[in-house]
């Protein structure tokens, strides 16, 4: 497939628009800049932060393993002859090639303004799909957002302190029932890592009883990690339950509360800690766009990944539905089909600029690995599995192998040594907590002031 000559006065170094610092986004500009380096085309970024995040890796910020800011690039490292713009993408216009950017510091207003492109790529990512259960987004967790799990980290570590030193046996159970929504990866590697950090605790609290410590992990399946083998699948549950995990398998959320979760059979389970993993839904600026959509908001592309009607327009990742040639099924939204789609995002936008072939996309899924704790983990690498202590060896190999840049990988490397010989820290960081704790009511002083430490950081986020 061969592109046709570009029209008449389209620049000779164009513009090309990445929306996004994800890996859909941030490796596409690395790939633009390899490709492209003798024409130097400008290459601009925008993402509401300027770092990008290595999001396998976020489940061990919430138990300690990783320091949070070694599994954070900076976006202008890794693609240092891009140009990098911080702020919100608030308004994409297909028809005059301009997208509409919200700039301004915290706590004050934004403002407007207007970048012009010839190229542009979507890759904003996706929101957590919370519209299914009523609270959830009000009173949960979101551990694929960053601030979400620093914050679930000092949340869980105010939870023992409160936990410790209070009276009433109701007030503490619930205090110290965890419950984590969704038995994809994510949720069961989060699950894991809260087992984890709270009961390498216990020896720290004098006053805290093992056997009222509950950790929930509810799926609507009737099985966790659906997208792995049965017996792998099977092996990780059984770890699960070993280690304390409850597994509540065929059952629904249909409402989170404060100090609550409802399921499906009207049982209700009291918790102060909800963390939600039900799965992403496309930007809500990607799924407004003008283009043709699938049934769940994801922008139908070509073998190309370039967007039918808008020759200059691709999308990838989150935001695309990617055929695999292989299936005939859309491409799994992970960080390994990401970069592959980026890839050929980036080489056909290089063929279009140099009017050589353009290349459909054509990647074989390598496999998937889930942690599960306590140097456990399985995998499945295109049909060889393993599951245990090899497994686990094979993750953290792996992943250590991904991060974007050497300084990250010795810096993991050294936090996960410190790991293996010395206990986990349980440094509470307040970061935000400014105002006054709430003057005591009724209900105990400890259940007010998790309220409001779990309040602020998400009100930050």
């Known amino acids: 497939m061969s592109y046709a000559p570009l029209p008449a006065g389209r620049p000779a170094n164009p513009r090309i ?43 061990e910020i919430v138990s300690g393993a990783i320091e949070t800011e070694h599994i954070l690039t900076p976006i202008r490292l890794v693609v240092p002859q891009a140009t990098l713009f911080v702020g919100e993408v608030s308004a994409i216009d297909l028809r005059t090639q301009q997208v509409t950017i919200a700039r301004g510091l915290e706590g004050q207003p934004h403002s407007l303004c ?75 590697e989060v699950a894991a890592e809260i087992r984890d950090l709270v009961h390498d605790a216990l020896d720290h609290y004098r006053y805290l009883d093992p056997a009222e410590i509950r950790i929930l992990l509810v799926h609507g399946g009737e099985r966790i990690l659906p997208g792995l083998a049965p017996s792998l699948a099977g092996f990780a549950a059984g770890r699960l339950r070993e280690r304390g995990v409850e597994l509540l398998l065929n059952r629904h959320v249909v409402a989170v509360e404060p100090t609550a979760v409802r399921l499906d059979d009207g049982s209700v389970i009291p918790s102060e800690t909800v963390v939600g993993s ?16 699938d049934r769940r908001g994801r922008v139908i592309v070509d073998e190309t990944l370039n967007v039918p009607g808008y020759p200059n327009v691709w999308a990838l990742g989150d935001n695309a539905s990617v055929i695999d040639p292989h299936t005939g099924e859309p491409y799994p939204q992970t960080a390994q089909h990401a970069v592959r789609e980026a890839r050929v995002v980036a080489h056909n936008i290089a063929a279009r600029l140099e009017r050589t072939e353009a290349r459909r996309i054509d990647y074989r899924t390598r496999g998937q690995l889930v942690a599960l704790g306590h140097r456990s983990a399985v995998a499945d690498l295109r049909g060889h599995t393993f599951s245990g202590f090899p497994a686990w060896w094979l993750w953290r190999t792996y992943y250590l192998a991904q991060l974007p840049h050497w300084e990250k990988r010795l810096r993991v490397a050294f936090d996960w040594t410190l790991d293996l010989l010395f206990p986990r820290s349980l440094v509470q960081l307040k970061v935000g907590q400014h105002r006054s704790p709430p003057a005591p009511t009724p209900a105990s002083t400890a259940d007010a002031s998790i309220r409001e430490a779990r309040a602020e950081p998400l009100a930050r986020a």
């Open 278 to 293: 039900v799965g992403l839904q496309p930007n809500p600026l990607v799924r407004g766009l003008p283009v043709p959509h």
């Open 114 to 188: 207007r970048h012009e492109y010839d190229y542009l790529v979507l890759a904003l990512g996706g929101t957590l799909n919370t519209s299914r259960i009523p609270g959830l987004s009000e009173h949960a967790y979101d551990v694929q957002r960053l601030s979400h799990a620093f914050a679930l980290r000092n949340h869980l570590i105010d939870i023992l302190e409160q936990a410790n030193i209070e009276p009433d046996a109701a007030a503490r159970r619930r205090l110290l029932t965890f419950v984590v929504i969704g038995g994809g990866t994510t949720g069961v």
């Open 17 to 59: 628009l990445v929306v996004g610092g994800g890996f859909a986004g941030v490796y596409t500009a690395y790939e633009l800049q390899r490709r492209l380096r003798h024409r130097r085309p400008m290459i601009d970024i925008v993402n509401r932060e300027n770092f990008f995040v290595f999001y396998p890796l976020i489940p």
